[in-house]
């Protein structure tokens, strides 16, 4: 499976951005995928996940009620709507994905795609 992560870009304070990760060589719908992030001079970190049957989703505390993410089974993607990005939302995101139907993690994840940089800054 390879992941080609996408829809980075600058944002303002309170601002939006959609991050699409796109599969190819496999289906990703019985994948458990997620979304991670690092910033600068941070350790990577989850930012959001969903089981490999999408029967449950996971927000980090810092991202709930502002991130929405779920799957485009028809386009063979993964999608992140972030709304309401703060500064801290700085970071270059990546999508992971495992086989099977638990959470993919920093380190369990079989699949990474490439980065995409999130800049939020006025």
């Known amino acids: 499976v390879q992941l080609q992560a996408s829809g980075g870009g600058l944002a303002q304070p309170g601002g939006s951005l959609r991050l699409s990760c796109s599969g190819s060589g496999s289906s990703l719908d019985y994948l458990a995928i997620g979304w991670f992030r690092q910033a600068p001079g941070k350790t990577r970190e989850a930012v959001s996940c969903?089981?490999?049957?999408?029967?449950?989703?996971w927000y980090g505390d810092s991202v709930k009620g502002r991130f929405t993410i779920s799957r485009d089974n028809a386009k063979n993607t993964l999608i992140l709507q972030m709304n309401s990005l703060q500064p801290d939302d700085t970071a270059v995101y990546y999508c992971?994905?495992?086989?099977?139907?638990?959470?993919?993690?920093?380190?369990?994840?079989?699949?990474w795609g490439q980065g995409t940089q999130v800049t939020v800054s006025s």
């Open positions: 969903v089981s490999g049957s999408s029967e449950t989703t």
């Open positions: 992971a994905a495992r086989a099977g139907s638990l959470y993919p993690t920093i380190r369990n994840a079989d699949y």
